[in-house]
């Protein structure tokens, strides 16, 4: 039995930043069972770099409750690109964001960091208490810096405002309507993808990108949207809260599992030219768990519903049930 809600959802309007992104989706998709009222505003509407937009935009829709789940991400190729925009961005979306709540008194708000905030050389699993506690992976230092600001932005808020505005940091996500190009993606959708299309091809050799050694833990997203409200219901504190599965695996056997699921039966090659970034971030998920959340889905059984949303969604002949890439 969860315990009585610190935070009453029903009736809210509830703004979700973010909601083409695979998170928001999932959060829209969630929110969709509760009684709230659900405010979106797509990207070509309100840009929320612009700080006078966003302000303009909260104060005709009044959001109760703000879930911040807009940001640039992506995979560790992604953030060695693109370091300018998923530094800029990323800090001018939280400020934007976050002030405006401030100001225009949002009840409650939720920032997503994300788990690769944390010092690169942690001991494991990593309790949030890490935070600032040692160097950072230089693969995604621009994103980490810009997260931590975010979580940094709401202690203040709390801290001299009294807002009840909190923040947590997830796992690796996966599932529907993630990025599954094999260049910029993260690697559960880039392996899914590049997996599938071996078969497809009948090539007789993938290429993984580094050592295959480093450790990852991935949580779907659908176990991210429920325990995202559940915090929202539930949890109030300046300190940021982990969540994930707390179960982690070798990038060669995730390998190994997405060819089995794809149904690829060729050689699996390592490529150690590519960078293998941190060697393992295994989240402490003890104070979420406490509150009463639990995630639901094995990873086996994500990533097979997901690579069925891949087929359906991303090859040209899926409608006609082939499994083809265009
Ligand atoms: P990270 O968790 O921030 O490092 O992000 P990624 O999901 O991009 O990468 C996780 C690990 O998977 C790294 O060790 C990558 O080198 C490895 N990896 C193996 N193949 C791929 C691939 O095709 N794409 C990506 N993004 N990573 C890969």
Request: proline share 6%.
């Amino acid at each position: 039995m969860t315990a009585a809600a610190l935070y009453d959802l029903s009736g809210k309007r509830v703004w979700v930043a973010g909601h083409r992104g695979m998170v928001g989706r999932a959060l829209l998709r969630r929110l969709s069972r509760e009684a709230v009222e659900l405010l979106t505003v797509p990207r070509e509407e309100l840009d929320l770099t612009e700080g006078a937009a966003v302000r303009a935009w909260m104060r005709r829709h009044r959001p109760q409750v703000v879930i911040l789940a807009a940001a640039r991400v992506g995979g560790i190729l992604a953030n060695a690109r693109r370091p300018v925009e998923f530094l800029e961005q990323n800090l001018r979306i939280e400020l934007e964001v976050i002030s405006a709540s401030a100001e225009l008194g949002v009840e409650k708000l939720l920032f997503l960091g994300s788990s690769c905030i944390y010092p690169r050389d942690c001991p494991q699993p990593i309790r949030e208490e890490y935070l600032l506690t040692g160097p950072l992976e230089e693969t995604n230092r621009a994103y980490a810096l810009a997260k931590i600001c975010g979580l940094e932005l709401c202690r203040a808020r709390r801290r001299q405002e009294g807002r009840d505005f909190i923040a947590c940091m997830p796992t690796n996500l996966y599932g529907p309507h993630d990025d599954f190009d094999p260049e910029t993606g993260h690697v559960l959708p880039a392996l899914l993808r590049r997996f599938h299309e071996a078969k497809s091809r009948g090539d007789t050799e993938v290429v993984v990108w580094g050592s295959g050694t480093p450790r990852r833990e991935f949580l779907h997203v659908e176990d991210l949207a429920e325990a995202c409200l559940h915090l929202l219901r539930h949890f109030s504190d300046e300190i940021p809260i982990n969540i994930g599965c707390g179960r982690d695996l070798t990038i060669r056997e995730l390998a190994e599992t997405i060819a089995r699921i794809t149904g690829y039966r060729g050689r699996i090659r390592f490529d150690p030219a590519r960078p293998d970034g941190t060697p393992e971030k295994r989240l402490d998920i003890s104070r979420i768990t406490a509150l009463g959340w639990r995630p639901q889905i094995p990873l086996e059984e994500g990533i097979r519903e997901t690579y069925r949303w891949f087929l359906a969604h991303h090859t040209a002949r899926a409608a006609d049930g082939a499994e083809q890439m265009p």
